[in-house]
Each structure stands twice: as structure tokens, then as C-alpha cells.
């Protein structure tokens, strides 16, 4: 009798063991899945962070090694190209260094842009600006295409005020030689420049 107890005890027990590796596994808790991938997530933001903050210092750095070659006025930096070129080239240039074309926004901008030009280009030059009025005559814009706002067109010759070129000069230049007065000047011309550079 004790004999036939233990072979259904021992049969039970089988039985209970092989219904459980028989059972479905179970599934790992959600709530752990979504813990790892709120953590996946915040590292990638961190990760996204880290790298914002590394561009923003590279262009810091590209900044002040600009500005230790050229001028910082207000929050631009100047850099003089003495190397003659026309418009267009001279425009490629200063986009292919992360600049636009010198504009100045203010009587103050104006006369240290044409002090740099004095001293890093020479006393009697012109730098092409960075404006223009190709799309409509008389209609000078900056190199987003927006109005100008701040003008120092040279007005002191009344028979012919500038700008006078007409549909033939749509190109501005600064004049160092008259004070940094702006004259229009054909785009195909050979003229030095500065390169502006905004500061963030």
C-alpha cells in the first residue's frame, strides 16, 4: 500500500513537472520594456545634446580664429580678401567660409568697416558689399533678399547722386577713398572684399 502511495505521489509530481515546462513562458514584465526605452530615449538626447553643443563650439572656435585675423565690430567679425574678384566670386568665397558679403546696418558699422578696409587693403580701396538690385532696379537688397535698411549712398555730386548706373551697375561697393561712401558699381568688375561673419 505504502508502495502504490509513492507511485502516485511520484506520478503526481511528474506530471505537475511536465505541465510546467509544457506552459507557455511567461512574458517579461512592460513595465521593463518601457523603463529601457525611456532610457534608450534619454540617451539619445543626451547623446543629440552633446553633439548641438560640440557644432556650437566648433563655430565659436572658427569664430575667434576669423576674428583674430580680422575685426569684430558689434557682433560680426570682418575679414578682409585683398585678392581682386568679382561680385559673384567674391560672394562664393565668403559663403564657402560660412560668411556673406560685409553689410553694414549702421553709421557706426560703416565707418569701422571702411577703417579696416584703410588699414588691411589700402587707403584708396573699394570692397564690394554685400547688396545688390538684380531682381529690380532701385531696389537694394542685403543677401537674404531683404530690403536694406541702414544706405550711405555717396549723394555729394548733384548731377549724378549715386546710385546712378542704372540697369548696367547692380552691385554696391564701399569706397574707403571717399570716406566709405557707397557707390553701384557693374557686377563683373574686379574689387576686393570682406567676408561678415555673425557672431551667436
Given at each position: 500500500m505504502e508502495y502504490r502511495g509513492v507511485c502516485v505521489l511520484l506520478g503526481v509530481l511528474l506530471l505537475v513537472n511536465w505541465s510546467v515546462q509544457q506552459a507557455p513562458p511567461r512574458r517579461k514584465p512592460v513595465k521593463k520594456e518601457t523603463t529601457k526605452d525611456a532610457a534608450i530615449e534619454?540617451?539619445?538626447?543626451?547623446?543629440?545634446?552633446?553633439?548641438?553643443e560640440l557644432n556650437l563650439l566648433k563655430e565659436q572656435q572658427a569664430l575667434q580664429t576669423v576674428c583674430l585675423k580680422g575685426i569684430k565690430v558689434h557682433d560680426k567679425c570682418f575679414l578682409a580678401d585683398p585678392v581682386k574678384k568679382r561680385y559673384h566670386t567674391a560672394s562664393e568665397d565668403c559663403n564657402a567660409l560660412g560668411g556673406v558679403l560685409s553689410t553694414p546696418t549702421s553709421s557706426d558699422e560703416n565707418n569701422q568697416l571702411?577703417?579696416?578696409?584703410?588699414?588691411?587693403?589700402?587707403?584708396?580701396?573699394?570692397v564690394w558689399l554685400g547688396i545688390n538690385d538684380m531682381v529690380t532696379e532701385g531696389a537694394w537688397v542685403d543677401h537674404m533678399g531683404s530690403t536694406?535698411?541702414?544706405?550711405?549712398?555717396?549723394?555729394?555730386?548733384?548731377?549724378?547722386?549715386?546710385?546712378?548706373?542704372?540697369?548696367?551697375?547692380?552691385c554696391g561697393v564701399l569706397s574707403a577713398a571717399s570716406n566709405g561712401k557707397w557707390f553701384d558699381e557693374v557686377?563683373?568688375?574686379?574689387?576686393?572684399?570682406?567676408?561678415?561673419?555673425?557672431?551667436?
Amino acid at each position: 500500500m505504502e508502495y502504490r502511495g509513492v507511485c502516485v505521489l511520484l506520478g503526481v509530481l511528474l506530471l505537475v513537472n511536465w505541465s510546467v515546462q509544457q506552459a507557455p513562458p511567461r512574458r517579461k514584465p512592460v513595465k521593463k520594456e518601457t523603463t529601457k526605452d525611456a532610457a534608450i530615449e534619454d540617451l539619445q538626447k543626451q547623446i543629440n545634446d552633446i553633439v548641438q553643443e560640440l557644432n556650437l563650439l566648433k563655430e565659436q572656435q572658427a569664430l575667434q580664429t576669423v576674428c583674430l585675423k580680422g575685426i569684430k565690430v558689434h557682433d560680426k567679425c570682418f575679414l578682409a580678401d585683398p585678392v581682386k574678384k568679382r561680385y559673384h566670386t567674391a560672394s562664393e568665397d565668403c559663403n564657402a567660409l560660412g560668411g556673406v558679403l560685409s553689410t553694414p546696418t549702421s553709421s557706426d558699422e560703416n565707418n569701422q568697416l571702411r577703417d579696416y578696409v584703410r588699414q588691411s587693403i589700402g587707403p584708396d580701396e573699394q570692397v564690394w558689399l554685400g547688396i545688390n538690385d538684380m531682381v529690380t532696379e532701385g531696389a537694394w537688397v542685403d543677401h537674404m533678399g531683404s530690403t536694406i535698411t541702414y544706405k550711405n549712398w555717396d549723394t555729394s555730386n548733384y548731377r549724378s547722386p549715386q546710385p546712378d548706373g542704372g540697369m548696367s551697375q547692380n552691385c554696391g561697393v564701399l569706397s574707403a577713398a571717399s570716406n566709405g561712401k557707397w557707390f553701384d558699381e557693374v557686377c563683373r568688375e574686379e574689387k576686393a572684399s570682406v567676408c561678415q561673419f555673425n557672431i551667436v
